[in-house]
């Protein structure tokens, strides 16, 4: 997957979010339409313009204490109103690894996760 | 063992305290992540996909059983149990807590580690042989030389802003299991023709987007002229390396550019005029450090305890691990033990707390309380009685580090790719985990012999790639995992990169070609004893490309 690192110039084809990662803990956050950061994709502001795109990076730039590392990530729309990873990077962010982690230390959410890679 | 005295305990705990108010004042917003971000690097922490991730410098890989009891607590407190054994010689945790990075830092030092200079632009930690001061076709312990290095490296306000960063190896033996020519810098210290110890100086290695292998510049140097002479190099390279292109910034692009006889000639116009100043060695200054190594107090043995071969006899399992992870040791009586970290399906370098825990007990039983790590990602234990091989070997089994593959096709080297790494553009561990299992038969992992495969999850090549027997790079194409292969690279003192045998195939067909190009191998090699490297050096990559695209 190519890095957002790279990423210098908005092109939106589809629906994007606008992602980071959370400055206390790095845990990936998603950025919500009343400004705020949730964990849950589902609970992301989706976009489908360079403009609105564009809005929604503005202001979590800004947001310094809140997240680190601003970028907009494809993601896909289902049925009920459910958000999807859009590639297989942005997949890992959300579920966790793709392996299991060393065993003693699996825990339930974490079986969770993987139960969900494995139904994505 | 290295005993650090009060100005290195001193100098890693202001580092904590100076990090512990760094942390506070960017987690009260007086600092923004881009005041913040250079400040974590310098200690070593990363933001990777998922969390923050705490790198650890094990300095020439060597863990006392106190210091590896003190990576399993860090593991256990701060991350989720485990932590990740790299490529050189670090370990890292994945999943740490920028609040709680100050505490982790602080047991840390308790025990005299850290995550200085495990980033940034600096000289990184310097590694060696795992096997320094044991192995049997040593010269002279390279740790020594690794670590005076390291102290005049360490903070060192003229390098701590090179264009890159800058890794050195150092090593001493005849055979090279430090990936000398893979490394910014190498020494390799040596005799020469009038019997005098001193060092090969190699500059320029360094794999990633453009893998070259190290040059020789000079042949050999006095050992009193390590300092000044790596002084002069850094000063070169500072001057004349790249700074306006990340891409061709590491030291290696300057020395291809400029050629190994004209970057060389540059080091030598800076070195006469230092060589002879402040960092020319006398005796007393190596021999300070040196007294700081404390070597184990062995016993008088004799090789091959009769109860060794008994028990050899007796279990087949016993004697399949004394073959392929027990090596000969300088001193008659002991043996040298590889621990595998590369269990059917597991993680490469991945270790639990229990686990390690558990070998540091082993350690202080069985090998004076000392553990080394090795690049390959494996742990070993250096000074092990080999009466006590057989009880060791139970209890090494009881917690999954026997299995008897070192050096075999699943003793895989790994970066940990996109399941953790926000560079990578593929995954690497769910294709190591997958050969592995498709290689599970060890009789035919034993019939296949000597086999390194290594994997990067991206072109920056933290997994050795280029350097594997057989070499997987991870690619992008078009949303997609790809897979490039090579053949034929190795990282020994006869070091070569590894040549590409064709497109790059899909994920789910990784694992297929490495079985193709093992069949490929068990057909074409002329001998059971001829290696698969050394086949692939006759025929060239042309048959196993033939092999491997005949059906895709």
Known sequence: MTSPLEQKKLKITGPVVVTANRVGDGAVVYRQTDGGWSTSLDAAA???????????????????????????APVKLLPGGHVRPGNLR???????????????????HQSDKLAAHVRL | MYVYDAFDRTLVTERVAEFRDQVARRLSGELTEEEFKPLRLMNGVYLQLHAYMLRTAIPYGTLSSEQLRMLAHVARKYDRGYGHFTTRQNIQYHWIKLAELPDAMADFASVGMHGMQTSGNCVRNITTDQWAGVAPDEIEDPR????????????????SFMPRKFKIA???????????RTHDLALRLHRNSAGELG???LVGGGLGRTPFLAQTIKPFLAKRDVLSYVEAILRTYNQFGRRDNIYKARIKILVHELGPEAFAKEVDAEWQSIKDGALA???????????RFRYPTYERLDDGPPELAAARRANRSFDAWMSNSVANHKVAGYAIVTLSLKPEGGTPGDATAEQMDAIADLADRYSFGEIRVGHE????????????????????AAIGVATPNVNFI?????????????LANARSIPIAQEITRRFHNLDLQRDLGRLHVNISGCINACGHHHVGHIGILGVEKNGEEFYQITLGGKADENATLGTLIGPAVPYAQVADVVEDIAAAYLELRQRPDELFIDTVKRTGVEPFRERVYATR
Not at chain 2, 171 to 180: E, F, I, N, Q, V
């Open chain 2, 281 to 291: 060695l006398d005796d007393a200054a190596v021999d300070e450090i040196a007294a």
């Open chain 1, 46 to 72: 989706v976009v489908t313009s360079a403009a609105d795109a564009q809005e929604l990076m503005h202001a979590a730039t800004a947001d310094d204490l809140g997240a680190i590392g601003p970028y907009v």
């Open chain 2, 410 to 422: 699943s003793d895989i080297i790994s970066c940990p790719g996109l399941d953790y790494c926000s």
């Open chain 2, 144 to 159: 020594l030389w690794a670590e005076l290095v390291r102290q005049h490296v360490t903070l060192h306000p003229e390098f």
């Open chain 2, 170 to 180: 150092v090593g001493s033996s005849s055979h090279d299991r430090a990936a000398l």
């Open chain 2, 377 to 396: 990602q494996n742990l070993t234990l250096p000074h092990v009685a080999q009466r006590d091989l057989p009880a060791l070997w139970r209890a090494l």
């Open chain 2, 199 to 201: 060092f090969e100086v």
């Open chain 1, 90 to 108: 942005e997949l890992i962010r959300l579920g966790g690894p793709t392996i299991e982690l060393p065993v003693a230390f699996q825990t339930e």
